[in-house]
């Protein structure tokens, strides 16, 4: 099928799976699955600009199911979210003006995704790491009914670090267990978050959970559906905002959210049943698979249609 | 026996109910595909705002018609198991 605005020919079927199975990361793990979606794209022989505006779009429909399932769950810390927003958005500016740069410059396709293959292997390495460490400490996290899930991390000291850190104004984030933490740490990761948004599409789950999780110490499961909740704002902003670029080709979205919607509501409900560190641990491998799709597609040149 | 005729039967349901929320999508995006992707195009190219407005509206809309598909569908499921 001849996608017109972006100029491709992809089969809708691999949108559609593509997008169920994206869904469902993203209810599971409180990232919007750009770490996948987009490499996905990109293979299909989506130009990298497009790729980076349409998953962001694709990201607006899929947060916004899953982000009222886990506010359901009790999972999103409004007072939070609404902060991180405010900075994240200024960040997917900053993203999207560097696209506009790389796109006179004719290099977006190999800048972005050299960027791309660079930060999901970072990743992938940071949370095995980081697990394993966990894990080696032997701490259990336990789930019991009618008590609010614990979670542990081996790194939790960086966290306790952060929140030592008093430069006013200091919040407190009860929802989260936060007593007091420095506005602009929140500020900082945030916008570094939408800066890797803006710049590589999706929502940046992938490097904001990790950053709540370790640097702000909230729980994981918190995390995840405050994420899922900043995102709805920050990807309605980004689409926008790509789509006055012309980096937008809308009907892909719609077609890969089809799929991403039941998927949503599966991967949500998943959270239930597993906790902190086993989440965690589950992510690790699904980065490099994108990776690994991207340097495929860059070596190869070969698209999948 | 019995429990594993129920977890059957409740398989059954939710595949039946996967398979409508199938016909549902297909033919909602082939109708979307086919009525809006002529005129999507030509609003690409002449009016990027408008354009901006449009995706961002269409999206949303969908996000929220979808949501209260599943969770229709799930309700029905879930009612049908108990």
Redesign the interface.
């Known amino acids: 099928?001849n996608f017109?605005?972006s100029g491709t020919h992809i089969n809708?079927v691999y949108l559609?799976v593509i997008g169920f199975i994206v869904g469902i990361c993203g209810g599971f793990f409180g990232v919007g699955g750009s770490f996948l979606a987009g490499p996905a794209l990109f293979a299909f022989g989506v130009p990298m600009n497009f790729v980076v505006g349409t998953d962001l779009?694709?990201i607006?429909?899929?947060?916004?199911?899953a982000a009222?399932k886990h506010r359901t769950l009790g999972n999103v810390d409004i007072k939070l979210g609404l902060i991180m927003a405010a900075a994240t958005i200024i960040g997917v500016e900053t993203g999207a003006q560097i696209i506009q740069q790389l796109k006179r410059h004719n290099n977006v396709d190999v800048v972005v995704a050299i960027a791309f293959v660079i930060v999901l292997i970072g990743i992938s390495s940071f949370i095995a790491w980081e697990c394993w460490q966990t894990l080696k400490m032997g701490k259990k996290t336990s789930v019991t009914k009618g008590k609010p899930k614990r979670d542990h991390s081996a790194i939790a000291y960086i966290a306790k670090n952060f929140q030592r850190f008093h430069l006013p104004p200091m919040i407190s984030l009860p929802s989260s267990g936060i007593k007091q933490i420095s506005l602009w740490t929140i500020l900082v990761v945030s916008y570094i978050g939408g800066v890797f948004s803006g710049f590589l599409g999706g929502g940046a789950g992938y490097i904001r959970m990790p950053a709540m999780v370790y640097i702000l110490g909230v729980p994981t499961h918190i995390a995840v559906g405050t994420d899922l909740f900043e995102v709805m704002i920050s990807a309605?902003y980004g689409?926008?905002?790509h789509?006055?670029?012309?980096n937008?080709d809308?009907?892909i979205?719609?077609?890969m959210?089809?799929?991403a919607?039941?998927g949503a509501?599966i991967g949500a409900t998943l959270t239930q049943y597993f906790h902190g560190v086993r989440i965690r641990l589950a992510f690790v491998p699904l980065p490099l698979l994108g990776a690994g799709l991207i340097i495929y597609s860059l070596l190869t040149g070969h698209h999948f249609k | 026996m019995a429990g594993r005729s129920k977890k059957s039967a409740s398989l059954g349901s939710f595949l039946v109910e996967l398979a409508v929320y199938a016909v549902f999508v297909f033919a909602y995006f082939f109708l979307v595909l086919h009525f809006l992707g002529g005129w999507l195009k030509h609003v690409f190219d002449q009016n990027k705002t408008l354009y901006a407005f449009v995706a961002l509206g269409l999206i949303i809309t969908q996000g929220v018609g979808l949501e209260m598909l599943t969770t229709g569908l799930l309700r029905v499921i879930r009612s049908r198991e108990r």
């Open positions: 099928m017109l605005i809708p559609i779009a694709h607006v429909g899929k947060s916004i199911v009222k309605s689409t926008f905002t789509a006055l670029k012309g937008v809308i009907l979205a719609l077609v959210h089809t799929g919607a039941i509501q």
